[in-house]
């Protein structure tokens, strides 16, 4: 229910645009968030946007990820800008919600994956 795609092979300071659609079902009423794993360590999350647009992201990414969604294409989108060789990883897409602490939570459905390669 939930595709991603975009990744590949890019020189650090160059930019990407991973891309997320989703089942209408999903995305019209999920907060959908984008988690990345990098070789050897857990998975984490990245940032996730809200049905009405409203973003958050984490800390160490804040000023060059971009977390956007598309309502009329289902799609969601993370754009990433002056890679660096450490935002290797494979990102994931999800559906979610936010718990009673405000946290973001997935709630099950997960795209398959995108691998981002970053070469220095």
């Known amino acids: 229910q939930l595709q991603a795609s975009g990744g590949g092979l890019v020189q650090a300071g160059g930019s990407l645009r991973l891309s997320c659609e989703a089942s209408?079902?999903?995305?019209?009423?999920?907060?959908m968030g984008w988690y990345r794993q990098a070789p050897g360590k857990q998975r984490e999350l990245v940032a996730f946007?809200?049905?009405?647009?409203?973003?958050t992201y984490e800390d160490s990414v804040k000023g060059r990820f971009t977390i956007s969604r598309d309502n009329a294409k289902n799609t969601m989108y993370l754009t990433i800008d002056n890679l660096k060789p450490e935002d290797t990883g494979v990102y994931y897409c999800?559906?979610?919600?936010?718990?009673?602490?405000?946290?973001?939570?997935?709630?099950?459905?997960w795209g398959q994956g995108t691998l981002v390669t970053v070469s220095s």
């Open positions: 999800c559906a979610g919600a936010r718990d009673l602490r405000s946290r973001y939570v997935p709630e099950g459905y």
């Open positions: 946007i809200t049905p009405g647009g409203v973003t």
């Open positions: 209408r079902s999903i995305f019209n009423i999920k907060i």
